[in-house]
């Protein structure tokens, strides 16, 4: 109570009542009583009680403890060694602390522990050997601390783990063997070479180790190669059957050195959920051939940005589709309209691909049929057209669309876009669009962000996007045919703006005069006010 601030803790009433048996001082202690009726510790939950200070050795008197709780806090120091020697404690939970130190060399002498969580401290060092011990382990979570070094094949010695989380740490050399009865393993942001071992996905429901600097091709690419190989399939029954074992729901292995041809992971019959962006792979993205009807049957999250795929933008996905990314690579052809008519899809990222041909009509589509895309994102996609699609109307989900650095030229389409009332960012820079500002912008009020930089626009700024209370960005430089001023009425909305950026021909005069009567109020809230060379 004392060493921890005890007089401090969110809840301390109670402690220390000397009228009372300390297993009743709060609803935080459980106890259990033995054959001669004496009453002890069997479990301390303090999660978030605003503990400080280092964790009492004492703690290692509780000899009967089998739960102890001290998440969410400010305890600071090392983790005493004493807490080790606790040969009865299940579950041992410190995340969301401060504490720092190695972990004790007699960490393995817990011989019943079953759940630790060290989550979120600054502990730092390698593991100790004995960790390695915990026969009785199913969860292990160490992440989002300062751990170094090479993690053990001993890790496969834990053969009753289950979960297991390395994240953001600092753990260098190969992925280290893991044991059959693992199901969730999390590798993320470390330092970890080599290649994937080929028993990577064997029994596992997760598996992700992003952000490192693991190299080659990825496993079971080999094994299902000939299933599109149209000289040598395989026959679709053997096919079917030797996925069906697999339940690999999530593979994340993004940005990392990852090479070869495109893993054929659509075949997975359980897969959920694939982040493979930032690697080097290269070749057509899978289509799936005779075989398409069971491409991607879970997949909600597909991401493979960042990286060398050629071919068409592939089609072969089911309605279950809610994020698919396959920008900054180098696909080719028009935008199929499947995309964006597939009844789950929620983002579409097909940004810096080598695209061309216009955004599809969705004219012939059921005029019933609603498009719950939230964000359609296609920039430097070498699109073109007379004047942007004047069906946008029908996406009347989306928050976000992004159809900058291309080659659009006309006006805006004013009903369109006036219709998209749940709107929160629009980017057309980079175009050769014409005409003027459409005032009906100003009555989507949920607009944060308007980019209309580098166009050909004419007309003056209208004073209706003063009524764009949560307005952030708004860019309008580049457009060497707008003239006039800033009109006073959308300088009120400065306090809540982040970056204002106009054409340098805009009137000096009253800019000057305008400004400066909030100028105080402005500079208080606001990261950055650009005016070019007015």
Known sequence: FFATNGTEWAENEGWLDPQAHECDWSNDISCVTDPTGQRDVKALNLVNNKLRGPIPKEMGQLFDLDSLDFSQNRLTGFIPPEIFGLGRLLRFYVSNNLLSGTLPANVGSMSSLTDMKLSFNKLNGTLPPSIFDLQMMTSLDISNNEFTGVVSDDLQELRALERLNFQRNDFTGTLPARGASLTVANFDWNQFTGTIPLATLDGQRVFTASHNKIRGKFPGEEALGDAFDPNNPIPLEQLIALLNSSKIEKIDMGHNELSGTFPNLGLLPRLEYVDLNGNNFNGMFPAGGEYGEYM?????????????????????????????????????GTIPQELLALNAMDFLKISHNQLEGTIPSLETIDPNKPFPIRSFEARGCNLLGANLPTNLNRLSSLEIVDLGENSFFGPIPTAAMSSLLALKRIRLDGNQLTSTIPPLLGFLSLLVEIDFSNNNLDGTVPSELSNLKRLRVLSLEGNGLLDGTVPESICSIAPDAMEVDVPSQFNVAVVSEIIPVRLEAFIEATALLDFGNS
């Open 296 to 332: 991607w049957r879970s997949t909600t999250h597909l991401a493979v940005a960042g990286n060398f795929l050629s071919g068409t933008l592939p089609t072969a996905f089911t309605d279950k589709l809610k994020y698919l990314d396959l920008s900054n690579n180098t696909f080719t």
